[in-house]
């Protein structure tokens, strides 16, 4: 009677033992969704910042010597206005022939390692 006993609570563990195994594994699988959604968040956030960085880079330049060309010269608001639309056109002329191909290649490689 003891032996039945035993077997029975024996059985009533490996029941449990399997339900909570099947608990870990829903959490392993969820755990392991949220990380790839993450990185691949990541990914595209990396790839956006790729492309804005330059950008805010020749805005903020092209403000900054808009600003102090037209300090020097003792133009107004609109001369300012005038050479920073000037400098955003030449520096995106110049710029853009030799940035672009990198960047779109780095976003590229960013996004097939996915």
Known sequence: ?????IAGWNELLG???GRLMKIFHLIHR?????G??????????????LFIAPLAALVTGSLFAA???SNLIGGGIWLTLSLF???????????GSHALPQ??????????SN
């Not at 639309?85 to 710029?95: D, K, N, P, S, T």
Request: glycine share 10%.
């Open 36 to 49: 790839k959604i993450i990185g691949q968040l990541v990914v595209l956030v990396i790839a956006i910042s």
């Open 103 to 112: 960047i779109s290649a780095a976003i590229g490689e960013l996004l097939k």
């Open 15 to 17: 029941i449990a033992m």
């Open 85 to 95: 639309w000037v400098f955003v056109g030449l520096i995106g002329f110049y710029a």
């Open 30 to 34: 969820s755990l392991d969704a949220i």
């Open 67 to 69: 600003a102090e060309v």
């Open 1 to 5: 009677m003891v032996a039945r006993g």
